[in-house]
């Protein structure tokens, strides 16, 4: 017999909800632009409206579904626009953390990106994006845990999964591009330009010109 429903175990299956929705958009079981419904949802995981409403609200205020009443959840779809703004906060957030850290940023800090960088340009991106989309997480990440912000890490992992982890596409146009912009970055933290590297990293980095790059999350 199930023990009694503590609070503990109502937070461990909110989360535990939360992942499984989180799996079924990354694989597009559950597919951008698209309605479900909450109680076939619920009826399918065998769950109650609380735990299940609480995911949903969670994935909403991060920006994946909208919850309409009456209707049901549409999975959102990323437009050329949205891409656009996405890129416009995550430059923002990204260039605050990294001048707050930059004198923290040490040679094997930067030797790290490197190595990360180099990897990247040699992904097979058409066989494995998500591999790709780990190294870009990674070579950020050399200077981004260097931070105690938490929010605005939290904010910036989630701007990243919306921009990179959900939905097909198809990046093989801007890999050089990106490579080459992650080695400004690399020269200008090396030689300790903090400002001009943020002003790089908000400008020039995550400067989206949706009418000239090949990307798209449709």
Not at 2 to 10: K, Q, Y
Not at 92 to 117: Q, Y
Request: hydrophobic share 40%.
């Amino acid at each position: 017999m199930a023990g009694p429903l503590t609070m503990n175990n109502i937070q461990l299956l909110r989360s535990q909800v939360y992942e499984y929705l989180r799996g079924e958009l990354r694989n597009e079981t559950l597919k951008p632009g698209t309605f479900i419904s909450m109680s076939l949802l619920m009826q399918s995981l065998g769950l109650g409206r609380t735990p299940l409403r609480d995911a949903l609200l969670q994935l909403e205020v991060e920006g994946f579904v909208t919850v309409l009443p009456q209707r049901g959840i549409l999975i959102r779809k990323l437009n050329r626009q949205d891409i656009g703004h996405l890129y416009e906060m995550l430059g923002a957030l990204d260039s605050r953390v990294l001048l707050s850290v930059a004198n923290r940023i040490r040679p094997e800090h930067i030797e790290r990106m490197k190595a990360i960088n180099e990897a990247m340009i040699r992904e097979d991106t058409s066989r494995d994006f998500g591999e790709y989309f780990n190294r870009n997480t990674e070579f950020h990440q050399v200077y981004l845990q260097l931070s105690d912000n938490h929010e605005i890490l939290n904010q910036l992992t989630i701007i990243r999964q919306r921009l990179f982890e959900f939905g097909r596409k198809d990046w093989g146009t801007i890999l050089q591009l990106n490579y080459d912009e992650h080695l400004t970055l690399i020269e200008l933290i090396s030689r300790g330009q903090a400002r001009e590297a943020a002003d790089f990293m908000r400008d020039v980095h995550c400067v989206l010109d949706i009418s000239d790059r090949d990307v798209s999350a449709e």
